[in-house]
């Protein structure tokens, strides 16, 4: 069994910063690529950030500059830290997880987070 927790989200003024953290559980041997997703009222889910198990990182267009995504293997977590933030990335932050190995070999393609809310006031 696999699970992550999200947690971070909350209100922040135009301008500001948060740093959302997301912790797997379970007797995790490795996990493959990590991701952030998002969903605003109204609109489809967007990939956000994503970050490789060797710490490639790839970012959405509206967020280069801003965002940083960043993972500690060991402890099976991985960050957002949100700079400059805007009202327009408003939305239910989700952690995604690709490729997960576990010790007693079960592999899980994907597992997600329930999500944590972040919202930018202007």
């Known amino acids: 069994q696999v699970q992550l927790v999200e947690s971070g989200g909350g209100l922040v003024q135009a301008g500001g910063s948060l740093r959302l953290s997301c912790a797997a559980s379970?007797?995790?041997?490795?996990?493959?690529?990590m991701n952030w997703y998002r969903q605003a009222p109204g609109k489809q889910r967007e990939l956000v950030t994503t970050?490789?198990?060797?710490?490639?990182?790839n970012y959405a267009d509206s967020v280069k500059g801003r965002f940083t995504i960043s993972r500690d293997n060991a402890e099976k977590k991985m960050y957002l830290q949100m700079n400059s933030l805007k009202p327009e990335d408003t939305a239910v932050y989700c952690c995604n997880a690709e490729g997960i190995r576990l010790y007693d070999g079960t592999y899980y393609p994907e597992s997600w987070g329930q999500g944590t809310q972040v919202t930018v006031s202007s």
């Open positions: 970050i490789t198990n060797g710490g490639i990182t």
């Open positions: 379970g007797s995790i041997f490795r996990i493959n690529a």
